[in-house]
């Protein structure tokens, strides 16, 4: 009996191994009063985010808050398609748009960790055509006239949105169209990421380098210069290097087709209410994210993914760049890219990091939170933040656009720190 028991052990043991590895890939649930959280006070929260469902504001939504490595609160809203009556699912898959940045960007600084670039350095050193850019200046009689950007704009830059390159509207944006390169959609594109953002180089950017915070192309082109200094398809990289070891298994370019039924529909405010956005549609759309040319790999608003997916990388993150027992990046690292690197105001009391906003002041941003806090947002009404002094995440996922009024956003950040006990 007893040599028969010490056999097992071992088995036993890969069993519990097994069994601890799995939950380590999770943020565990737990009672809300067990992080310092009023379950009670959370409740507001799901009744306001209800109310917005019923009144017809929201199709459907997922909001998710973690805190002290635990989740607090995980909760779904709605439809994921009114019209089939699909509920929304706490696993529905998103379009994050622009909350692929921050990925990004972790991906960028991976690539200083491993020797093979320095943020400071120029990106033509490693893509020639962007060692001299152009700027475009504008006249006094509408005109505009193109000069040469002053020196050559750096990873850095890009990182902060300060290298002057737009979404190609402002001021030479008929040579932009002519080009065939504005709006930040580009899951319709049948041409690979590198071959459109080395046509970019050629084209003026709005502003000198470090003039001003410029929000456009930046994140685009460091996706395409992850692919020339790694070697790979950023999609392949970002999996290795990111993806895989934090365990965001729901997180693509584009979606599986076993996966095509948890896509959320995309739904459009008009002043007859809530509209089914065009299938596939621009920036306003369904887009190309099942069907479609699968060849262009945006660095800067590609990604699709769940609540819980985003919500381990935005963990990671607090947790110094830790999760699920790897390590993804460094703690200084991290310290780095959630410190404020604008010499001018992003907006009263923020500030802009590599890849994320920043709370440097907060009486004057105005809005409950901490200083330290890092956030961005998708286009598709999406936002996140993470407060290390409160050591909390939240993860809120929609798909709205235009979003019209809609005052969700800040009742969601009301709610959830109204809900703070300790």
Do not use: C
């Not at 991906?107 to 033509?124: A, F, H, Y």
């Not at 806090?373 to 409160?390: I, L, Q």
């Amino acid at each position: 009996m007893k040599t028969k028991h010490f056999n097992n052990l071992p088995l036993l043991a890969i069993a519990f191994f097994i069994h601890i590895n799995l939950f380590a890939q999770q943020l565990q649930k737990v009672p809300s009063e067990e992080v310092g959280m009023s379950s009670e006070r959370l409740n507001v929260l799901t009744e306001t985010f209800q109310d917005y469902v019923d009144d017809g504001k929201l199709s459907g939504a997922v909001a998710l808050v973690a805190r002290k490595g635990k989740v607090a609160y995980f909760e779904s809203f709605g439809k994921s398609d009114m019209e089939k009556n699909v509920p929304m699912a706490k696993n529905s898959i998103f379009r994050i748009a622009s909350q692929t940045k921050a990925i990004v960007s972790v991906g960028v600084m991976i690539l200083q960790e491993q020797g093979k670039l320095l943020i400071t350095d120029p990106v033509g050193k490693y893509m020639p055509a962007f060692m001299k850019t152009k700027v475009a200046v504008a006249k006094e009689d509408g005109s505009y006239e193109v000069v040469d950007a002053d020196r050559p704009i750096t990873i850095r830059d890009l990182l902060t949105h300060t290298s002057g390159v737009a979404y190609g509207g402002g001021i030479a944006k008929d040579l932009w169209e002519e080009a065939n390169i504005q709006g930040w959609y580009f899951a319709d594109r049948d041409e690979p990421i590198q071959a459109t953002v080395n046509r970019m180089a050629a084209l003026p950017f709005e502003s000198q380098p470090r003039e001003k915070f410029v929000y456009g192309y930046n994140t685009d082109i460091l996706g395409a210069l992850i692919e020339v200094v790694s070697g790979e398809p950023l999609d392949v990289f970002l999996k290795k290097n990111i993806l895989d070891p934090i365990g965001m298994t729901d997180t693509h370019f584009y979606l599986p087709q076993d996966k095509k039924e948890r896509l959320a529909t995309v739904y459009s405010v008009t002043e007859n209410g809530l509209e089914r956005a065009p299938n596939p549609g621009g920036m306003v759309g369904q887009g190309a994210y099942v069907d479609g040319p699968r060849k262009s790999f945006s660095g800067g608003a590609g990604f699709l993914s769940t609540a819980m997916d985003y919500a381990k990388f935005l963990q990671m993150m607090l947790n110094n760049g830790e999760f699920n027992g790897n390590r993804i990046i460094s703690r200084k690292t991290v310290e780095l890219m959630t410190t404020n690197h604008l010499p001018f105001p992003l907006n009263e009391g923020q500030g802009f990091g590599l890849g994320f906003s920043t709370v440097d002041d907060l009486g004057l941003r105005g809005t409950l939170g901490s200083e330290g806090e890092f956030a961005w947002g998708g286009a598709y009404h999406s936002t996140y933040w993470a407060d290390p002094k409160e050591d909390m995440l939240v993860v809120y996922f929609t798909q709205l656009i235009p979003a019209g009024n809609i005052d969700d956003h800040g009742k969601l950040r009301a709610l959830v720190y109204q809900a703070i006990t300790d």
